[in-house]
């Protein structure tokens, strides 16, 4: 089963470059995930490779693009990115996406509002057409440390049943974000599809929140991976 979840993998990341890397796209966003590693791995294997700037969103994707001996650039850089390609936690039917299970939901988020394609690519397990449905960890939600006591009571007061991420057995005490942060991960059991925008905008108004895990009508198409070997694309 496990090679099959792996050849599915492999073939919707495949997929996914093959359909929309265009002739004119130059930078390209590279997000982090166990099928996103074909992504880098097919980008290169391509003739035209150097041709390419690729843009990490944390440290897992900048050793993606080192290992496939792609050309790294960044954020401050190149704010403009042609097309970026991610994995995600979870996905539903309108193509929103939890994301922020590695806890580099900012630098993702970053890269994906900076692209002009946002391609998603994941294992049909990831696909369950409600957001909480099959992700039971929460949202991700990035804070600043002096509030997390804030956002957690405020949290609370919205239905959620929030709790700082520890960073056990690693590390005594919270995790820690690439920018200093902590993350908070926040269950609020199924999100209706038509619910996940203003949950989001609830989220995001409280002082003291960075950024949420909460991905809002940014992708424009998924590639999904089935354990069967074939592939399901999707579209908004």
């Known amino acids: 089963m496990t090679s099959l979840v792996e050849k599915s993998k492999k073939i919707c990341a495949y997929a996914a470059v093959d359909e929309n890397l265009k002739p004119n796209h130059k930078i390209i ?24 700037t690729c843009i990490p969103t944390g440290f897992q994707s900048k050793q993606l693009i080192i290992d496939n001996k792609l050309n ?22 309108n193509l929103n996406c939890i994301k922020g299970g ?14 002009d394609n946002f391609i998603i690519v994941a294992d049909d397990r990831k696909s369950t057409g409600v957001l909480g449905k099959g992700w039971k960890k929460g949202v991700p939600i990035e804070v600043v440390p002096n509030a997390y006591n804030k956002i957690l009571n405020e949290l609370s007061k919205i239905g959620g049943n929030p709790t700082v991420r520890p960073g056990t057995p690693a590390k005594a005490g919270p995790v820690i974000t690439d920018n200093g942060n902590f993350i908070i991960d926040c269950d609020f059991g199924e999100i209706p599809v038509a619910d996940v925008k203003d949950l989001n905008s609830k989220i995001k108004a409280m002082v003291g929140v960075v950024e949420t895990g909460l991905f809002v009508n940014m992708a424009q198409k998924a590639y999904i991976g089935n354990a069967d070997g074939t592939v399901t694309t999707v579209s908004v």
Do not use: M, W
């Open 29 to 52: 966003g590279i997000g982090s995930g166990s099928t996103v590693v074909y992504i880098a791995e097919r980008i290169g294997h391509l003739p035209n490779k150097d041709q390419f």
């Open 72 to 93: 790294l650039g960044n954020l401050e850089e190149f704010s403009k990115i042609d097309i970026a390609f991610d994995g995600a936690d979870e996905i539903d039917s």
């Open 102 to 115: 590695g806890a580099c939901l900012l630098q993702e988020k970053l890269v994906a509002d900076s692209a």
